[in-house]
């Protein structure tokens, strides 16, 4: 099933095929307004700092962090629903930032968005139908009332649901099937592109399951691609061709994915895999801890050098002062620590 | 009952516990007979989805239950021997915060925003132990440095909005430990932190009440959590104990459909393939519309004529195992997919 992408898995300097979303050097920095009415900018929070990656066609590209990591806001700025400050995005190989508004509105019909939250991410005054039918009508991709009736119907089928659901509220869907119907909606201009943001963190587990199956046949079936915005590493892991790993703002690592599981590089990498807790009693007894100390420091005020330095179990003095850049330690891994 | 090991009395003895809400469909009942013990210094983890009853139950034994709309219609909640259903509200206010303490879900809204560290951490050692104000302070500032917050004397004249989601949640263990109670209960503990706060505050905890002899009950949707720390789970489904049994039976041997399902439905990155997910199909049921007889039949691929008109109690699959389900024996059987 995924041997075609499996193959796709090229690396940046040698790839085959043009990434489909290449992202180079992307900042986005958020000014910290202070003083009356707020009106003086007395400094800055890189939310993304100096972030490059690329995502295949057909490809799924993992992005883990915790909070501040910038991981939502790089997944914004990518489809522009956030402008950068500086950096390229470049989607299927013209420069997004360069498209006047009227011209970001029809490109944006490739480019679809499924929000974490199925509670506050669906308009609860609307129906099921309107909402899902809603991208049709602002990119006329219908030819009339009954036509877009039956292409919301068909979607609603694509995600699992029934025709007849159309005409309810989001009140009367339960999490999982707000979630499908959110997935409906970005499907519904048939975009190449998805980001998906925390698409199934706010759900059971045993509806978590449907949803990840589901997101992987709709895969297949209309050959998208995904940029997978996620804090919980087991489900990356499942998706993800490749993963990239976010700390405050910064990539520290990015490799295929099984790589990155096997043999993680980056010590915050480690930490982050070896605190999540798996179900299984005699591994969970034999399995090495690594416990951070310390917060995560806030983004108003990141370290200096390393920004994982201040909680790093390897870090030296070298690390307050440099700053590491991505390194390629073996084919296709990634890292960027001046450890290694 | 079986979970009764040598001669002593268990620490807590819920018996065949009722507890109702009042809807406008009228009563429900989120906990419906559930009984369950829990031994000294041992600890009990708690795993279900949402709406399983599974926090309706600790603020049962808490005495926490809203009333109205919440109601205990039926049961016993023996505490050292001492019905906690039958003694009075000045009793029980004694034992609760002393004996009996509790850290919820979200560290953002558990503390007083209005008041600072100190006085939140002096008020149960002056009203539970009858420390002076000094006294009181002094064992505050040591809490605050056993749960590793750095500057504790500094940190007691903060208000809790100076305080990380991690920090707080760490002050929320020191003051549930701080009189030294036979009984922690954690409800979704970590469900709010990053993942690297969420094993710093989970090791903490276990650390902590190790050393005091505190017995643990952990509420929790996440099966490693429960794998990593428990002694012994109860797994509830739509108001009731499914299974029952020491962590390692429930893991190595679920014999429970819903068990094995919820097992088989989470991705998990030590498993070297990834296979597809096997979800259970269907929806969570909604507590004022069970499905008749075993409410998981409709979801459960095991379910035979029986499971829709008979509702199973718990019965022995092995020793101090137990299984509400009619067709446990041939469950019990079923192949769990095996890490490589």
């Given at each position: 099933?995924?041997e075609?992408?499996?193959?796709?898995?090229?690396t940046?300097?040698?790839?085959?095929?043009?990434?489909?979303?290449?992202?180079?050097n992307l900042?986005?920095?958020?000014?910290?307004?202070?003083g009356?009415?707020?009106?003086?900018?007395?400094?800055?929070i890189?939310?993304?700092?100096?972030?490059?990656?690329?995502?295949?066609?057909g490809?799924?590209?993992?992005?883990?962090g915790?909070?501040?990591?910038?991981?939502?806001t790089?997944?914004?700025?990518?489809?522009?629903l956030?402008?950068p400050?500086?950096?390229q995005?470049?989607?299927?190989?013209?420069?997004?930032?360069?498209?006047?508004?009227?011209?970001?509105?029809?490109?944006?019909r490739?480019?679809?968005f499924?929000?974490?939250?199925?509670y506050?991410?669906?308009n609860?005054?609307?129906?099921?139908?309107?909402m899902?039918?809603?991208p049709?009508?602002?990119?006329?991709?219908?030819?009339?009332?009954?036509?877009?009736?039956?292409?919301?119907?068909?979607?609603?089928?694509?995600?699992?649901?029934?025709?007849?659901?159309?005409?309810?509220?989001?009140?009367?869907f339960?999490?999982?099937?707000?979630?499908?119907?959110?997935v409906?909606?970005?499907?519904?201009a048939?975009?190449?592109?998805?980001v998906?943001?925390e698409?199934?963190?706010?759900?059971?587990?045993?509806?978590?399951?449907?949803?990840?199956?589901?997101?992987?046949?709709l895969?297949?079936?209309?050959?998208?691609?995904?940029?997978?915005?996620a804090?919980?590493?087991?489900?990356?892991?499942?998706?993800?061709?490749?993963?990239?790993v976010?700390y405050?703002g910064?990539?520290?690592?990015?490799?295929?994915?099984?790589a990155?599981?096997?043999?993680?590089?980056?010590?915050?990498?480690?930490?982050?895999?070896?605190?999540?807790p798996?179900?299984d009693?005699?591994?969970?007894?034999?399995?090495?801890?690594?416990?951070?100390?310390?917060?995560?420091?806030?983004?108003?005020?990141?370290?200096?050098?390393?920004?994982?330095?201040?909680r790093c179990?390897i870090?030296?003095?070298?690390?307050?002062?440099t700053?590491?850049?991505?390194?390629?330690?073996?084919?296709?891994?990634?890292?960027?620590?001046?450890?290694l | 009952?079986?979970?009764?090991r040598?001669d002593s009395a268990?620490?807590l003895?819920?018996?065949?516990?009722?507890?109702?809400?009042v809807t406008?469909?009228?009563?429900?009942?989120?906990?419906?007979?559930v009984?369950?013990?829990?031994?000294?210094?041992?600890?009990?983890?708690l795993?279900?989805?949402?709406?399983?009853?599974k926090?309706v139950t600790?603020?049962?034994?808490?005495?926490?239950?809203?009333?109205?709309?919440?109601e205990?219609?039926?049961?016993e909640?023996?505490?050292?021997?001492?019905?906690?259903?039958?003694?009075?509200?000045?009793d029980?206010?004694?034992?609760?915060?002393?004996?009996?303490?509790?850290?919820?879900q979200e560290p953002?809204?558990?503390?007083?925003?209005?008041?600072?560290?100190?006085?939140?951490?002096?008020?149960?050692?002056?009203?539970?132990?009858?420390?002076?104000?000094?006294?009181?302070?002094?064992?505050?500032?040591?809490?605050?440095?056993?749960?590793?917050?750095?500057?504790?004397?500094?940190?007691?004249k903060?208000?809790?909005?100076?305080?990380?989601?991690?920090?707080?949640?760490?002050?929320?263990?020191a003051?549930?430990?701080s009189?030294?109670?036979?009984?922690?209960?954690?409800?979704?503990?970590?469900?709010?932190l990053?993942?690297?706060?969420?094993?710093q505050?989970?090791?903490l905890?276990?650390?902590?009440?190790?050393e005091?002899?505190t017995?643990?009950?952990i509420?929790?949707?996440n099966?490693?959590?429960?794998?990593?720390?428990?002694?012994?789970?109860?797994?509830?489904y739509?108001?009731k104990?499914?299974e029952?049994?020491p962590?390692?039976?429930?893991?190595d041997?679920?014999?429970?459909?819903?068990?094995?399902?919820?097992?088989?439905a989470?991705p998990?990155?030590?498993?070297?393939?990834?296979?597809?997910?096997?979800?259970?199909k269907?929806?969570?049921?909604?507590?004022?519309h069970?499905?008749?007889?075993?409410?998981?039949?409709?979801?459960?691929?095991?379910?035979?004529?029986?499971?829709?008109?008979s509702?199973?109690?718990?019965?022995?699959?092995?020793p101090?195992?137990?299984?509400?389900?009619?067709?446990?024996?041939?469950?019990?059987?079923?192949?769990?997919?095996?890490a490589?």
């Amino acid at each position: 099933m995924r041997e075609n992408k499996i193959k796709s898995d090229a690396t940046e300097g040698a790839a085959k095929t043009p990434p489909l979303m290449d992202i180079r050097n992307l900042k986005v920095y958020f000014p910290i307004k202070s003083g009356v009415l707020l009106g003086r900018t007395v400094g800055h929070i890189k939310a993304v700092d100096d972030v490059s990656l690329h995502i295949n066609p057909g490809e799924t590209l993992g992005l883990v962090g915790e909070s501040g990591s910038g991981k939502t806001t790089l997944g914004r700025a990518a489809l522009r629903l956030i402008e950068p400050t500086d950096g390229q995005v470049i989607f299927d190989g013209q420069e997004l930032r360069d498209l006047s508004s009227q011209e970001m509105r029809q490109r944006r019909r490739e480019l679809g968005f499924v929000f974490q939250d199925p509670y506050g991410s669906l308009n609860p005054r609307m129906t099921a139908g309107n909402m899902i039918g809603e991208p049709l009508k602002i990119h006329k991709l219908h030819s009339g009332k009954e036509d877009r009736r039956r292409q919301v119907g068909d979607l609603l089928e694509t995600v699992g649901l029934s025709r007849s659901m159309a005409d309810r509220y989001p009140h009367e869907f339960s999490g999982g099937q707000r979630q499908r119907i959110g997935v409906a909606r970005a499907l519904a201009a048939k975009p190449r592109f998805l980001v998906l943001d925390e698409p199934v963190s706010a759900l059971d587990v045993s509806i978590q399951a449907q949803l990840i199956n589901l997101l992987q046949d709709l895969q297949e079936e209309f050959n998208l691609t995904y940029l997978l915005i996620a804090h919980d590493l087991s489900v990356v892991r499942h998706i993800s061709d490749r993963i990239a790993v976010m700390y405050l703002g910064k990539l520290v690592e990015l490799s295929d994915y099984k790589a990155l599981y096997d043999n993680p590089l980056h010590p915050y990498t480690q930490a982050l895999l070896s605190a999540v807790p798996l179900p299984d009693r005699a591994l969970e007894r034999s399995r090495e801890r690594i416990v951070l100390k310390g917060d995560i420091p806030s983004p108003r005020n990141p370290p200096t050098g390393c920004v994982f330095h201040t909680r790093c179990p390897i870090a030296t003095d070298e690390c307050r002062m440099t700053i590491p850049t991505m390194k390629e330690h073996a084919p296709n891994h990634y890292a960027a620590c001046i450890k290694l | 009952m079986d979970a009764l090991r040598g001669d002593s009395a268990p620490l807590l003895d819920v018996r065949n516990l009722v507890t109702q809400f009042v809807t406008d469909e009228g009563p429900v009942r989120v906990v419906n007979d559930v009984s369950f013990q829990i031994n000294e210094g041992e600890t009990l983890g708690l795993v279900g989805e949402s709406g399983c009853g599974k926090s309706v139950t600790a603020l049962s034994i808490m005495g926490l239950v809203p009333t109205p709309p919440g109601e205990i219609v039926s049961g016993e909640i023996y505490f050292q021997g001492q019905d906690l259903l039958r003694i009075s509200g000045e009793d029980l206010r004694g034992i609760r915060g002393s004996q009996i303490a509790m850290v919820f879900q979200e560290p953002m809204t558990s503390l007083n925003p209005v008041l600072t560290i100190e006085r939140q951490l002096a008020e149960p050692l002056r009203m539970h132990l009858g420390m002076t104000r000094g006294v009181a302070k002094s064992r505050a500032c040591e809490l605050l440095e056993m749960v590793g917050i750095p500057d504790p004397e500094d940190r007691l004249k903060d208000y809790p909005h100076r305080m990380s989601g991690g920090q707080r949640q760490r002050i929320m263990i020191a003051m549930a430990l701080s009189c030294n109670p036979k009984l922690l209960i954690a409800d979704e503990p970590t469900t709010a932190l990053d993942v690297t706060i969420q094993a710093q505050v989970l090791e903490l905890m276990m650390t902590l009440s190790k050393e005091f002899g505190t017995a643990l009950l952990i509420i929790t949707h996440n099966l490693g959590v429960v794998a990593r720390f428990a002694d012994r789970v109860n797994v509830m489904y739509s108001g009731k104990i499914r299974e029952m049994g020491p962590a390692d039976d429930i893991f190595d041997s679920p014999s429970h459909p819903y068990t094995i399902g919820l097992l088989n439905a989470i991705p998990r990155f030590d498993q070297g393939d990834r296979a597809r997910l096997q979800m259970i199909k269907g929806e969570i049921p909604d507590p004022a519309h069970r499905p008749s007889g075993c409410s998981f039949n409709p979801r459960c691929p095991w379910a035979v004529d029986k499971c829709s008109v008979s509702e199973p109690s718990l019965a022995a699959v092995g020793p101090d195992h137990t299984s509400a389900c009619w067709e446990a024996a041939t469950v019990s059987k079923a192949q769990l997919p095996v890490a490589p």
